[in-house]
C-alpha cells in the first residue's frame, strides 16, 4: 500500500511538472482577456485561490468557490466573504459573498462585485482635444445554488447579472451609451470525490455563459467569454509530514467554449500548519489578466472565526502599471 501511494505520489508531482512545462509563447486567440462582450467576468477574485495559481476547479472553498465553481460551496459552512484587488493603476475590484448551508440538504449563497476601471478622457470630436472625463463600472450580482449528491458526487449553478456603468463629466464621446447595459450568465459546476477518503477530487465547471452583452445597439451585441475549467486536487500523505501539517495540489486547464484559442493551464500548491498558517504558491499559462503567464504567490492566517488571505500575481500587466495585482480577502465563519 505504500508503494502504491508513492507511486501516486509520484505521478501527481509529474503530471504537475509538465504543465509547468506547456510553452508560453502568446497565441492568437488565448483564453485570456479578449474584445468583447462581459470581459470583467473574466477577472479573478479571492487571495487563496489567486494565490493557487487559481487552480480552483476543484480546490475553490467557501467564499471563493461562489465565483469559481458552484459545487464547491456544499460543506463550506456559514462564512462571509469580502475581497479587495488591485488589478493595474486603475482598475480596482472589491467583492462579498454570504454562503448558507441548510442541514446536508443543499446550500446556498449570493455575492455581490464592484469593479471600477476608473477614470479616462472623454473626447468629442478631436480625439486628441479632452472635453472631459468618464468612468467605466461593472456590478456584478450572483446567486448560487449546490446540493450533495451521495458522499463523493456535488453540482451546483451560479446565476449573474452583469451592469455596465458609463458616468461621464463634461462632453463625451457620442458612442457613450446613454443608459446602462445589462445582460445575465449562468455558471454550471460538479465536484467529485474519486478516492473514498477524498485525498483526490476532481471538478469541472462551465463558466460565464449567456447573453450577449449590447452596449451600443443589436448589432454590436457581443457574446460572453464563455469557459470551460477542468481540475484535480491532491491531498498527499506523507509520512514525513508532521501530524499538523498537511499540504495540497491542484492542476486545472481552462479553454474557451467557442471561438478557438490556446487553452490555459494553472497549477498552484497550499501548504498549512494546524489550519492556522498558510503559505501558497501557483503559475498560470495564458491567464485573464491581458493573456499574461507567470508565477503567484501568497499566505493566510486564521484567528478564532476569521481568516485573512493576501495574494500576489507577479506577471507583467502589459505595461499599464500599477505593479503586481494584488488581493486581499477576510472571511468569518458564522
Do not use: H
Request: proline share 5%.
Amino acid at each position: 500500500m505504500r508503494l502504491a501511494r508513492a507511486a501516486f505520489n509520484a505521478l501527481i508531482i509529474g503530471t504537475s511538472a509538465a504543465l509547468l512545462g506547456v510553452s508560453t509563447r502568446p497565441a492568437a486567440a488565448q483564453t485570456g482577456t479578449e474584445s468583447g462582450g462581459g470581459v470583467d467576468l473574466l477577472l479573478p477574485t479571492g487571495a487563496r485561490a489567486i494565490g493557487m495559481g487559481q487552480a480552483v476547479a476543484a480546490a475553490a472553498t467557501g467564499a471563493d468557490a461562489l465565483w469559481w465553481n458552484p459545487a464547491l460551496i456544499v460543506g463550506a459552512g456559514r462564512q462571509v466573504g469580502m475581497s479587495i484587488g488591485k488589478l493595474l493603476a486603475i482598475s480596482t475590484d472589491a467583492g462579498a459573498s454570504v454562503i448558507i448551508p441548510f442541514r446536508r440538504a443543499f446550500t446556498i449563497g449570493v455575492g455581490v462585485r464592484y469593479i471600477d476601471e476608473g477614470e479616462e478622457d472623454a473626447t468629442f470630436l478631436d480625439p486628441n482635444a479632452p472635453t472631459g472625463t468618464f468612468d467605466i463600472s461593472t456590478v456584478v450580482l450572483a446567486a448560487s445554488f449546490a446540493a450533495p449528491f451521495g458522499d463523493r458526487f456535488a453540482a451546483g449553478f451560479t446565476a449573474k447579472v452583469l451592469r455596465v456603468g458609463f458616468a461621464c463629466t463634461g462632453a463625451c464621446n457620442t458612442n457613450t451609451p446613454g443608459g446602462t447595459p445589462t445582460t445575465q450568465a449562468l455558471d454550471f459546476g460538479v465536484q467529485y470525490y474519486i478516492f473514498k477518503d477524498s485525498s483526490l477530487s476532481a471538478g469541472a465547471t462551465v463558466r460565464d455563459a449567456g447573453f450577449r452583452l449590447q452596449i451600443n445597439d443589436a448589432p454590436q451585441a457581443d457574446p460572453l467569454p464563455t469557459r470551460f475549467e477542468a481540475g484535480l486536487l491532491y491531498r498527499p500523505k506523507f509520512a514525513q509530514l508532521p501530524a499538523d501539517q498537511r499540504v495540497v495540489a491542484a492542476a486545472d486547464i481552462v479553454t474557451r467554449t467557442s471561438g478557438g484559442g490556446a487553452p490555459g493551464f494553472r497549477i498552484g500548491g497550499e501548504w498549512s500548519w494546524q489550519e492556522r498558517v498558510e503559505a501558497r504558491l501557483g503559475y498560470l499559462v495564458n491567464g485573464p489578466i491581458a493573456a499574461q503567464s507567470g508565477a503567484t504567490i501568497g499566505a493566510g492566517f486564521a484567528v478564532g472565526k476569521w481568516q485573512i488571505d493576501v495574494a500576489q500575481l507577479l506577471i507583467d500587466s502589459g505595461g499599464l502599471g500599477g505593479g503586481p495585482p494584488t488581493f486581499i480577502s477576510l472571511r468569518y465563519a458564522f
